[in-house]
């Protein structure tokens, strides 16, 4: 789709030179943060080990919630692990670091060999780091996606968490972890101070990360287009005397009237309603407005569909109940009934 050569971007732009091409912020988000140094791809894949072997098999799963309700435990179940499903490693890592003290009393049960890293301080340290920063890579993932996102939203998200990484790794440097709470727990309740191993590898997985999410993510636009953020706050000499939109934003600004259609709607609509009457800024401004930023729409439609269209119901013809469901507009179903009402009275 991609490719540089003969990609489907590059072969419709040499048809449409002007077309905009983004890729997806949240696949970008999920192929960058992929990458793990060999200790912490050695745990994450015990994990997943860990969490199949109690999963995968109906009666260890059942013995294992038995087990977590004698002991009055916060949950019951391990959560499957899914390489397609983005949000699923931080899920699954806490839900196991939670349950980590039943789980190896469970293993030790089943004479099971995973039981031993359980009693491995590195193991559980390992465990609790990529809790941390995979509930990190989480939060940064769902506040990129919805309705309304820019291109412009999503890359400032991701700009502010790449700028935090290199302040998270010197923080951890000097033994100061308030951005890893389950780390800190963990080393505090045991009273034990991180081992310069464990604290090597987390740096490298850091650099790493702050590395993959540079080569991934290099959108950024010009001091000259931050204007269409907030047209009547910019600093005007910012911009080039030889840009024609300089005279429909010195013009917008002196309407009242604008001023306040911009406190009121959302910026995609305050945009919109000036197209007639400033042409040169609200084309600028489309370029970073239309495009999506993510497959968020689409995905939230295959959802939809998955939850219309179940077994039971194969046959049904889902295209006017999709309609319904992903519209923003409420229908008047009072008044669809009536006349429907009437149709069949005649």
């Known amino acids: 789709m991609l490719g540089k050569s003969s990609g489907f971007t590059t072969l419709i732009k040499k048809e449409i030179p002007d077309i905009i091409i983004t890729?997806?912020?949240?696949?970008?988000?999920?192929?960058?943060?992929?990458?793990?140094?060999?200790?912490?791809?050695?745990?994450?894949?015990?994990?997943?080990?860990?969490?199949?072997?109690?999963?995968?098999?109906a009666l260890h799963h059942r013995l294992f919630k038995v087990l977590c309700q004698e002991m009055g435990s916060e949950h019951e179940v391990l959560l499957y692990y899914a390489e397609v499903r983005w949000?699923?490693?931080g899920q699954v890592m806490k839900r196991l670091y939670e349950l980590r003290e039943e789980i190896s009393y469970f293993l030790i049960e089943r004479q099971s060999s995973l039981s031993k890293y359980f009693d491995s301080v590195e193991f559980v340290h390992g465990l609790a780091y990529l809790t941390?920063?995979?509930?990190?890579?989480?939060?940064?993932?769902?506040?990129?996606?919805?309705?309304?996102?820019?291109?412009?939203?999503?890359?400032?998200?991701?700009?502010?968490?790449?700028?935090?990484?290199?302040?998270?790794?010197?923080?951890?440097?000097?033994?100061?972890?308030?951005?890893?709470?389950?780390?800190?727990?963990?080393?505090?309740t045991n009273n034990i101070a991180l081992s310069s191993s464990m604290k090597t590898q987390i740096c490298e997985h850091l650099d790493v990360l702050e590395n993959s999410f540079g080569n991934y993510f290099d959108f950024t636009f010009s001091k000259s287009e931050i204007w269409l953020r907030n047209p009547f706050l910019v600093d005007l000499n910012t911009i080039d005397d030889s840009d024609l939109v300089k005279d429909e934003l010195i013009d917008l600004r002196s309407k009242e009237m604008a001023r306040h259609d911009f406190q009121t709607k959302n910026l995609i609509e305050f945009w919109c309603s000036l197209t007639m009457a400033?042409?040169?800024?609200?084309?600028?401004?489309?370029?970073?407005l239309i495009?999506?930023?993510?497959?968020?729409?689409?995905?939230?439609?295959f959802?939809?569909?998955?939850?219309?269209?179940?077994?039971?119901?194969?046959?049904?013809?889902?295209?006017?109940?999709?309609?319904?469901?992903?519209?923003?507009?409420?229908?008047?179903?009072?008044?669809?009934?009536?006349?429907?009402?009437?149709?069949m009275s005649h």
């Not at 140094?37 to 098999?57: D, Q, S, W």
């Not at 989480?138 to 700028?163: L, P, R």
């Not at 042409?279 to 970073?288: D, E, H, I, N, Q």
């Not at 319904?324 to 507009?329: F, G, H, P, Q, R």
């Open 87 to 89: 949000l699923s490693r």
């Open 132 to 188: 941390d920063i995979f509930s990190h890579l989480n939060e940064v993932n769902i506040s990129i996606q919805g309705k309304e996102v820019t291109i412009m939203d999503a890359s400032e998200k991701i700009n502010a968490f790449v700028s935090k990484i290199s302040l998270w790794k010197r923080r951890l440097q000097s033994e100061n972890l308030p951005n890893f709470p389950t780390l800190e727990q963990e080393l505090s």
């Open 303 to 343: 959802s939809t569909m998955v939850t219309i269209k179940t077994k039971s119901r194969n046959r049904l013809d889902i295209k006017d109940d999709m309609r319904v469901a992903l519209s923003n507009t409420v229908p008047d179903f009072k008044a669809i009934l009536q006349s429907k009402q009437q149709q």
């Open 23 to 57: 890729h997806c912020f949240l696949h970008r988000h999920a192929l960058a943060s992929k990458t793990l140094p060999t200790n912490l791809k050695e745990v994450m894949t015990t994990a997943v080990k860990v969490v199949h072997f109690i999963r995968a098999r």
């Open 278 to 288: 400033y042409p040169r800024a609200v084309s600028r401004a489309m370029k970073f």
């Open 291 to 301: 495009p999506f930023a993510t497959t968020y729409l689409c995905e939230s439609g």
